[in-house]
């Protein structure tokens, strides 16, 4: 893991943006993380039913941007992430910035990649492995969404429709 003071002095004057996969619907979450990164505001997504992924990042960070074009631009994350059931935020630790690094030390961390998954399955928030994987990250948001959608997830039937059991 790497901190700003570690790498402020090796980072370039271009950005990565992440910008979905090619041909990927258009959507605010996966184009440019419409969602300011407002520690503060996260509850209140969770409480209005919403999932909310968190992208810790930096432009000198190597590992964020293997994790961001080989997992959160698959094709399978990057719709997930755009649904509208998820709120994506990004917090850019590009330059040194004491709101990202309180929120980093409030999971014991000092450095990036990072990445958590809130919803309302999981309001304190669950940090995920500094190296992503498709099914982590998927299977996190599954686990974050109110229960009803996470069964009917599981089922494949209707988050409205009550499961059936089978005659025995």
Not at 22 to 45: L, Q, S, V, Y
Not at 126 to 155: C, K, M, Q
């Amino acid at each position: 893991m790497l901190s700003p003071s570690a790498a402020s002095r090796s980072s370039s004057s271009s950005s990565v943006q992440w910008r979905g996969r090619p041909g990927a619907r258009d959507a605010p979450a996966a184009t440019g993380f419409a969602a300011k990164f407002e520690p503060n505001a996260i509850a209140g997504h969770v409480a209005g039913g919403k999932i909310v992924f968190v992208d810790v990042t930096a432009d000198w960070c190597l590992t964020c941007q293997v994790n961001e074009r080989l997992v959160l631009r698959s094709a399978a994350v990057n719709d997930r992430l755009t649904q509208p059931d998820v709120v994506v935020m990004r917090a850019d630790w590009t330059r040194p910035d004491a709101a990202i690094a309180g929120y980093l030390r409030s999971f014991g961390r000092y450095g990036i990649p990072f990445n958590a998954v809130y919803g309302p399955a999981m309001p304190q928030g669950r940090p995920l492995l500094e190296i992503l994987t498709a099914g982590e990250v998927l299977r996190s948001l599954a686990e974050a969404a109110p229960r009803s959608a996470a069964l009917s997830a599981a089922t494949g039937t209707p988050a409205n429709t009550p499961v059936s059991k089978k005659p025995r």
